[in-house]
Each structure stands twice: as structure tokens, then as C-alpha cells.
């Protein structure tokens, strides 16, 4: 019986653009649903009852939730083609402990530069910057965090990179300008179809977040 795979997703989401990647980088055929968070599908909310979030990996009837939990499920199960964790154990702790870095610093402190003003703004923009002068310290002068291969901590990061419009335009900064290796390596991911298929434009998630302001009277 062939697989049946299901992802319960919301377009924007850096967190869902994880398991769209993986997926592509295993050739896996799934079904999209497109979730309404306002109106979360009775769907979402018996898969994953407790965090009630997206997104959510269904495959044979089965919930995983939490991406960075869903990408490691699917190096798991589709283990042949393309593996993103390394074989080796303490490379794969390595890689995790990265990914959990990036989960901890990169989504809240980057809703901060885009949502606050003044002293408070200032102070996420350098805590953003600081943070990405760290992991380009990670990447040193490997072409991926995986090293010769794109793997685990590029999944885990590069959807980020789709909301730097975002960052930069509301921070009134330029990554590029301060931290050119890492755009380098935004820009090599680009070059995977795997990637640059599953991950939205920039203008499009700026113009997404712009219309999201409106509605909340924040421009």
C-alpha cells in the first residue's frame, strides 16, 4: 500500500516551510491543506490536540507534530534518499542542538524587530544580528551547516530566510551588508529546487505581513 501523507500547513510559516522542504528533498508525494488559524479545521485540532499549531505531518493515519520533531520523522522513515541527519551520533546531537538554537532565538526575537519600536526595537535588531554572526561562526567555510550537503540545520534555518524582507524593511537594516556569508549560503540553498519551490518570495510574506498589520490597526 503506498504511503498516504498529509501536511496541515499555513503558506507563511517558517515552521511548516521545514517539512515542505524535507519532503521535496525525499521526493515525497503528499497532500497540502492549506490551514485557516482563525478557523483551525476540526482536522488540525484532533491531530494535534495539545498545541493546537501547525504544522502537522499525517502519514498512514499517524499525527507528528512540532517541525523539528516532523523533519526527524521523515529522515527516519524515508531513510534512503537524501539523509539530512549525519550516521555519525555526536554530529547528529550537534546538528539538534543547532536546530534547537535556532528555534529558541531566530522566530522571537525577528516577530520583535518587526513588531516593536524605539529602544526595544534597537535591541532586537542586535540581538538578530548577534544571532546570525553566531551561526555564521557554525557554517565557518562549509558551503552548507551540513557541510558538503544540505542537511538538518539548513532545513531548520533557511525558511527564515523568506522573512527577511520582513526583518529588514521594518528594522531598516540589511543583513547582506553586515553579514554577507550568510547570504551567501541563503543564496546557495536557493539554488535547490527542493528549497526555492517550497518556500515563499520575500515580497510576498512582507506584503502578507503588511495586510496583517492593517487588520490589526498597526501601520
Known amino acids: 500500500m503506498a504511503d498516504q501523507v498529509v501536511l496541515l500547513d499555513f ?12 519532503l521535496a528533498e525525499k521526493g515525497v508525494q503528499y497532500e497540502y491543506k492549506e490551514e485557516d488559524l482563525r478557523n483551525k479545521s476540526p482536522l488540525l485540532l484532533q491531530s494535534n490536540p495539545i498545541h493546537k499549531k501547525i504544522p502537522v505531518l499525517i502519514h498512514n493515519g499517524k499525527a507528528v507534530s512540532e517541525s523539528l520533531i516532523a523533519v526527524q520523522y521523515i529522515d527516519e522513515v524515508w531513510k534512503d534518499k537524501a539523509p539530512l ?6 554530529l547528529r546531537a550537534h546538528a539538534r542542538f543547532w536546530a534547537d538554537y535556532v528555534d529558541k532565538k531566530m522566530y522571537e526575537i525577528g516577530r520583535k524587530v518587526w513588531t516593536t519600536k ?3 526595537q534597537d535591541a532586537a535588531k542586535k540581538e538578530f544580528l548577534e544571532c546570525i554572526s553566531v551561526l555564521e561562526g557554525e557554517l565557518g567555510d562549509k558551503p552548507y551547516f551540513g557541510g558538503k550537503t544540505f542537511g538538518f540545520l539548513d532545513v531548520a534555518l533557511i525558511p ?15 543583513v547582506e551588508a553586515e553579514h554577507p556569508k550568510f547570504i551567501a549560503w541563503v543564496k546557495r540553498c536557493l539554488e535547490k529546487e527542493s528549497v526555492s519551490k517550497s518556500i515563499p518570495d520575500q515580497q510576498k510574506v512582507y506584503d502578507f505581513v503588511l495586510e496583517m498589520r492593517k487588520k490589526l490597526g498597526e501601520e
Open 11 to 22: 503558506w507563511p510559516s517558517p515552521f511548516g516551510m521545514r517539512l515542505r522542504i524535507a
Open 85 to 90: 541527519l549525519p550516521s555519525d551520533p555526536h
Open 118 to 120: 524605539g529602544e526595544e
Open 160 to 174: 527564515f530566510s523568506s522573512w527577511l524582507s520582513v526583518y529588514e524593511k521594518f528594522g531598516n537594516f540589511s
